[in-house]
């Protein structure tokens, strides 16, 4: 089992920055990929942005250049740093983590076993 545990939400202005943190614990030794996801009100999880053990990485074309993921592994832990923030940013972001087979990127929140709380992200205008 793994658990993961996100931080660093919080209101902020347009145009300002935060960085998210995802703590991952338990039996994540075969963990392979990660994702950062984000739920608006009314609205479908959304990927934001995967990254591989491999350190391969992928955006949603709406944080491309404001967004980068990272991990830190001998923290366990994997970061968002967002930037040049947006109101329509608000939601709540959630970490995910699995193992496959083959090391890759994985875009499907469905094909996630592994998910966090949810941290909140408010941006005001």
């Known amino acids: 089992q793994v658990q993961l545990v996100e931080s660093g939400g919080g209101l902020v202005q347009a145009g300002g920055s935060l960085r998210l943190s995802c703590a991952a614990s338990g039996s994540i030794f075969s963990i392979n990929a990660m994702g950062w996801y984000r739920q608006a009100p009314g609205k479908q999880r959304e990927l934001v942005a995967a990254i591989t053990s491999g350190g391969s990485t992928n955006y949603a074309d709406s944080v491309k250049g404001r967004f980068t993921i990272s991990s830190d592994n001998a923290k366990n832990t994997v970061y968002l740093q967002m930037d040049s923030l947006k109101p329509e940013d608000t939601a709540v972001y959630y970490c995910?983590?699995?193992?496959?087979?083959?090391?890759?990127?994985?875009?499907?929140?469905?094909?996630?076993?592994?998910w966090g709380q949810g941290t909140q992200v408010t941006v005001s205008s």
């Open positions: 995910a983590a699995g193992s496959w087979d083959s090391v890759r990127l994985v875009h499907a929140a469905q094909e996630y076993p592994y």
